[in-house]
T-cell receptor, first 111, second 113 residues
Framework: KNEVEQSPQNLTAQEGEFITINCSYSVGISALHWLQQHPGGGIVSLFMLSSGKKKHGRLIATINIQEKHSSLHITASHPRDSAVYICAVTYSGAGSYQLTFGKGTKLSVIP | NAGVTQTPKFQVLKTGQSMTLQCAQDMNHNSMYWYRQDPGMGLRLIYYSASEGTTDKGEVPNGYNVSRLNKREFSLRLESAAPSQTSVYFC????????????FGQGTRLTVV
């Protein structure tokens, strides 16, 4: 079964800290997505990437295709960054319409 | 500029009742999806529609039916609700082969008692 593994499951940080969330997957993909979900809220797409690195404000996403690994970094973290961050992949080939999700990383940023 | 609109936001059903969750997108996407989200399980695909006129089962289709009414709308029906279907349901749309991001509705919190 194709799986997406995220670590850590839970993360508590002090405001201002640099945060890294990791995602690994098992087989070839056509794209990897990072999503954000605030408590009781909807799901918002942060990044979609198939190679290299993308940056949006204080958020940076990187992917290493050879190692089947991606990281989401948050610089100068803030309490409003507290949310669940979800990694998802679109696998290459058959079934490639579908997203396969990790179980999420719950981030709490303390003032 | 609505994106994906999903209704209702909350619903309580008695065991055996039926209901339909509605989803519409205004981004002209071909692909639409229904997911359920349960604690500790992550998001799991119930059904998807790769394009208008087609639907396919996902990981957890039992107890559900779907209809792709047109390119914009994709509904999910529970014919006879069971407590195991208590969950948060999300509709999503994307254009995978053109490399677009996935867009999600706000979710429906369903409780079956």
């Amino acid at each position: 079964k194709n799986e997406v593994e995220q670590s850590p499951q839970n993360l508590t940080a002090q405001e201002g800290e640099f945060i890294t969330i990791n995602c690994s997957y098992s087989v070839g993909i056509s794209a990897l997505h990072w999503l954000q979900q605030h408590p009781g809220g909807g799901i918002v797409s942060l990044f979609m990437l198939s190679s290299g690195k993308k940056k949006h404000g204080r958020l940076i996403a990187t992917i290493n295709i050879q190692e089947k690994h991606s990281s989401l970094h948050i610089t100068a973290s803030h309490p409003r960054d507290s949310a669940v961050y979800i990694c998802a992949v679109t696998y290459s080939g058959a079934g490639s319409y579908q997203l396969t999700f990790g179980k999420g990383t719950k981030l709490s940023v303390i003032p | 500029n609505a994106g994906v609109t999903q209704t209702p936001k909350f619903q309580v059903l008695k065991t055996g009742q039926s209901m339909t969750l509605q989803c519409a997108q205004d981004m002209n996407h071909n692909s639409m999806y229904w997911y359920r989200q349960d604690p500790g399980m992550g998001l799991r695909l119930i059904y998807y529609s790769a394009s208008e006129g087609t639907t396919d089962k996902g990981e957890v289709p039992n107890g559900y039916n779907v209809s792709r009414l047109n390119k914009r709308e994709f509904s999910l029906r529970l014919e006879s609700a069971a407590p195991s279907q208590t969950s948060v349901y999300f509709c999503a749309s994307s254009e995978v082969f053109r490399g677009t991001e996935a867009f999600f509705g706000q979710g429906t919190r369903l409780t079956v008692v």
